[in-house]
T-cell receptor
């Protein structure tokens, strides 16, 4: 069964304290893995797409990496405005996106 | 570009009532989908469409109908509302998965309460 699991469910960091969020997946053929950011009361906002193991992408303080079984979203020296829920999703062979439950990130000033 | 628009933003229904959630996109995307988001759970796919006239069921289709008569519009119909359908509903659109960049663009959501 295709599934996506994100950990931890919630993460509290001090401003400037770097850390990583995990997205582990089991799918019948990976066509792409996506990271999104979701602020309260809003729709998810696209961050990255990764297609193959070893691929990495960066945007400001965020860096996403991909292996054959999991993806990491590394946050370097976060700021309070990075506080949000981060969602991971994968496209399996049937083209129906499967979403993780998300990691709620709180950055304290 | 307006992107993906959804109406209404908030709705309260009584059990048994029906309604239609509207979704429109102006990016000429082939792929459109409806999700529901409940606390502690990931987004769950209700229905999706790969083009005008073509729709299919997702993970949780029961109690919902969709149609796609144009590329731009993808309405979601609740046939007979139940309290279990209380949720936040998101519409999303993208280019067809697997053909270049296929990230989904989301609307602002509709917050539905069924009493």
């Amino acid at each position: 069964e295709d599934q996506v699991t994100q950990s931890p469910e919630a993460l509290r960091l001090q401003e400037g304290e770097s850390s990583s969020l995990n997205c582990s997946y089991t799918v019948s053929g990976l066509r792409g893995l996506f990271w999104y950011r979701q602020d309260p009361g809003k729709g998810p906002e696209f961050l990255f797409t990764l297609y193959s193991a070893g691929e990495e992408k960066e945007k400001e303080r965020l860096k996403a990496t991909l292996t054959k079984k999991e993806s990491f979203l590394h946050i370097t020296a976060p700021k309070p405005e990075d506080s949000a829920t981060y969602l991971c999703a994968v496209y399996p062979l049937n083209y129906q996106l499967i979403w993780g439950a998300g990691t709620k990130l709180i950055i304290k000033p | 570009n307006a992107g993906v628009t959804q109406t209404p933003k908030f709705q309260v229904l009584k059990t048994g009532q029906s309604m239609t959630l509207q979704c429109a996109q102006d990016m000429n995307h082939e792929y459109m989908s409806w999700y529901r988001q409940d606390p502690g759970m990931g987004l769950r796919l209700i229905h999706y469409s790969v083009g005008a006239g073509i729709t299919d069921q997702g993970e949780v289709p029961n109690g919902y109908n969709v149609s796609r008569s144009t590329t731009e519009d993808f309405p979601l119909r609740l046939l007979s509302a139940a309290p279990s359908q209380t949720s936040v509903y998101f519409c999303a659109s993208s280019y067809f998965p697997g053909q270049g960049e296929s990230e989904q663009f989301f609307g602002p959501g509709t917050r539905l309460t069924v009493l």
